[in-house]
């Protein structure tokens, strides 16, 4: 999955846990990575989050996050920021289309070059599929492996009910 979606959920988790200021010290303890890191991610998601929210960022004190309790979750957030990765977009593809839709087009459709979506599908194959046993062929991209293991890993993602999954290519 990608690194800064990941990040991002975690940031956002954990300034959501508590409604104080978080060091950043804490904060590179917690997610494992530098200040630098840090402060890079806050700017991106403060340009992605809705009116309602803002990450305050002060020198000496740290990081806040303010949100209108009322409004959006920090889970719809990390929904909305899930669906721009390249993990959802293409699991989008092969689940609406299924079967049906060329290695090419999938890459020109996530605006990859051809090897560099070689590429992706082999990270995916030995990184987030494996444990569900299952994998994606390359020539025309279907996932490959038991109907069950196909619905867990799209129920754990968080994406039951958002596809009509019109076949399953279980073999």
Avoid: C
């Amino acid at each position: 999955m990608d690194k800064d979606f990941i990040l991002a959920r975690g940031l956002l988790t954990l300034l959501d846990t508590e409604q104080r200021w978080f060091t950043f010290a804490e904060m590179e303890k917690e997610l494992m990575v530098s200040d630098k890191t840090i402060r890079k991610l806050v700017e991106e998601l403060s340009q992605q989050l809705l009116s309602a929210m803002a990450i305050e960022v002060s020198r000496g004190r740290g990081m806040i996050l303010h949100r209108d309790r009322r409004s959006t979750t920090i889970q719809e957030v990390i929904a909305q920021l899930f669906k721009q990765t390249s993990y959802y977009r293409l699991m989008h593809l092969l689940f609406t289309q299924g079967g049906r839709i060329r290695a090419e087009e999938i890459a020109e459709s996530m605006f990859m070059s051809t090897s560099s979506f070689k590429k992706f599908i082999v990270q995916l194959n030995n990184q987030e599929l494996k444990p569900f046993h299952l994998r994606i062929t390359y020539a025309t991209p279907a996932f490959k492996g038991h109907e069950i293991h196909i619905r867990k890993s799209h129920l754990l993602a968080g994406k039951s009910g958002m596809y009509v999954l019109t076949s399953w290519l279980a073999r």
